[in-house]
Structures are given as C-alpha cells and as structure tokens.
C-alpha cells in the first residue's frame, strides 16, 4: 500500500512509456524469464498487493498476473464485479478510492477506456490497462518481446496488422510510433481504426483494403478475432465482412521469408487465420502467450519500484 501520496505512474496505454523505458523494459523481461528458468527467485514484491478488476472473462492475463505477482513474492486478488460493489453500482471513483488504499497495484480489464482513466484519476496506486474496448497494452509488451527475442530489434522493419481495426490494432499503432516500425493495416471498410488513435502515428501507419499488399515483405504479421467481446451480436455480419481477411498461407507467402505470425489469442482456425499458419513454423504464439508473464513481471517491478 502506497503511504507516500506521489502520484503514481500508470499504464493505460503504450503512450505512457518513452521509448527508452519501453526497450528497457522489454530487456527487463528477458532478464526475469532467463532468471526463472534458472531457478533463481526473485521476491522483489514481498508483501505488495495486486488487486486484478475483470469485467470481461480471461485465461492469458489472469493466470500472467496471479503467478507473475507470486513468482515476485506478492499476492493478487481477483474482483469480478458479479461479487464486489462495482456490479451494483458503486462509482468507479469511490472504489478506486478504496481498492487503492488497500492494495500497491491495480490491473483492470473493462469495455470504456474511460473506466480505466477514471480510476487512474482517484486512484493512489499505479493502475494498469488489461485490455479495454480501446487499447490492450500489455499484449503489445509481450508482442515486441517476443519479436526481439526472436529475430532482433523491430525498429524499421515491417509489420502488418490483418483484421479488425480494434484494441490490439490500436496498440500495434502506438506500438509503431513507440519502438519505430512500419505498420500496414489491412481491414475493410467500416472496421478502419480510430482516426484519434492513427493520427499521431500517421508518417508510420498506411491503409489497405488488400492483405496480399499488407503482407508484402513484413517481417511479421499478425490478426485478431473478428469479433472481440462486447460484440458477439456482432458475429455473423462481421464474419461476412472479415471474409477475406483470413491470414492464410497465401498471405503468408507474400511475407520475409523468416517472417513470424503472431495472434494474442484466444483464435479461432479458419476465421481470421487457417490452421497450417497458427500451427505451422512462422508462428510464435506460444511464446508469445507465455511472455505475457515475463512483459507484465517486468512492468510491475518497474511501477513498484522504480516509481514508489
Ligand atoms: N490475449 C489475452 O489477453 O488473452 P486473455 O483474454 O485470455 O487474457
Ligand atoms: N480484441 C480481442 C482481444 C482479446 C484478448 C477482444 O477485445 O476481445
């Protein structure tokens, strides 16, 4: 628990890091997972709290956060708002008041960005974006992990996002301007991302309707569902749209030919990418997934004490 009253540092989305403090916490990340499998303990949150607000189900960030703040020597509680006040009703302000009196860290995964933001706002301790309708940060940490681990330093090389204009979209959008990459967006029309969130990175960013011309010579490609949660009503006119948008290994082939494919999961085979391509030798989702736990242990160590 914070006794200092500074104001803390938050993650809600990529924008707030610089870019030396993104590659050093990606260097950092690399370090603790070298650690871990080492067997070397590292108990550097002893006694600190991380209290983990889910408003959308999980299976990635739930289980990197709870073993992540364990492995670090913490604790995390789980709040659904199905048993805590939030689901009847309390402000967001009132709750972030009290969680945040309680507990050093707050990780909140939520539709409104603004639900994030509001909370930051009254909230003592550090607060942490797991995935909002807007952006998904932590994913983008594990991404640009494990394209470093596996083919170097992303800067200047090419990207191509193929799917939906949505949160991971978005992050691969900041992530661009962040660590200085090319990104082609390929999606069609009416599931463009949001003009707010190009702009800034617009000299980085172009848009296709043609994945074949998104994916010509990336360095690494990766999609998303068609429809994230919140828009299961959603499925079957999406489905329409997103058709021909699958990452298959046509698209594949017009990629580097040591291109990786990375998708935050969960997939879903034959909607947005065809089995041989998340399963065949470009992909390197597994590792992707698993580098959720070293990115976020990573982040925690750095908002709790670098910034306490
Ligand atoms: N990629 C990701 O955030 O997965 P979960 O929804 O399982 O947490
Ligand atoms: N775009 C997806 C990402 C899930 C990790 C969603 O918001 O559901």
Not at 19 to 30: C, M, V
Not at 175 to 184: H, M, N, S, V, W
Request: glycine share 6%.
């Amino acid at each position: 628990m914070d006794l200092s009253l500074h104001t803390p540092r938050h993650l809600l989305s990529l924008n707030d890091l610089s870019r030396a403090e993104a590659l050093a916490l990606i260097e950092r990340a690399i370090e603790l997972k070298r650690l871990l499998r080492a067997g070397i303990e590292h108990r550097v949150l002893a006694g600190r709290t991380l209290a983990m607000i889910f408003e959308k189900s999980s299976t990635r960030t739930r289980v990197s956060f709870e073993v992540g703040m364990a492995q670090l020597g913490g604790h995390a509680l789980f709040l659904s708002p199905r048993d805590t006040q939030l689901g009847r009703g309390e402000p967001i302000e009132d709750s972030a008041r009290v969680i945040s009196r309680m507990v050093d860290v707050v990780m909140i995964r939520t539709f409104s960005q603004d639900t994030v933001e509001r909370f930051a706002a009254c909230s003592r301790v550090p607060v942490i974006n797991g995935l909002t309708d807007r952006f998904h940060p932590c994913q983008l940490l594990a991404d640009m992990q494990t394209y470093i681990e596996h083919r170097g330093s992303i800067q200047g090389r090419r990207v191509a996002w193929i799917g939906d204009g949505n949160n991971m979209c978005h992050s691969f959008i900041n992530a661009a301007r962040l660590f200085d990459f090319e990104l082609r967006i390929a999606c069609p029309e009416g599931f463009d991302p949001d003009p707010e969130v190009l702009e800034p990175a617009r000299d980085r960013c172009i848009i296709t309707r043609d994945p074949l011309e998104a994916a010509e010579d990336a360095d690494l490609i990766s999609t998303d569902v068609w429809a994230s949660m919140g828009q299961e009503d959603e499925q079957a006119q999406r489905a329409a749209a997103f058709a021909p948008y699958q990452v298959t290994e046509a698209v594949m082939a017009r990629a580097a030919s040591d291109a990786v494919f990375m998708h935050c999961l969960p997939a879903h085979r034959g909607e947005e990418v065809a089995a041989p391509v998340i399963d065949g030798p470009h992909s390197v989702v597994w590792d992707e997934a698993e580098n959720r736990l070293h990115a976020q242990k990573a982040l925690l160590e750095f908002l709790l004490t670098s910034h306490s």
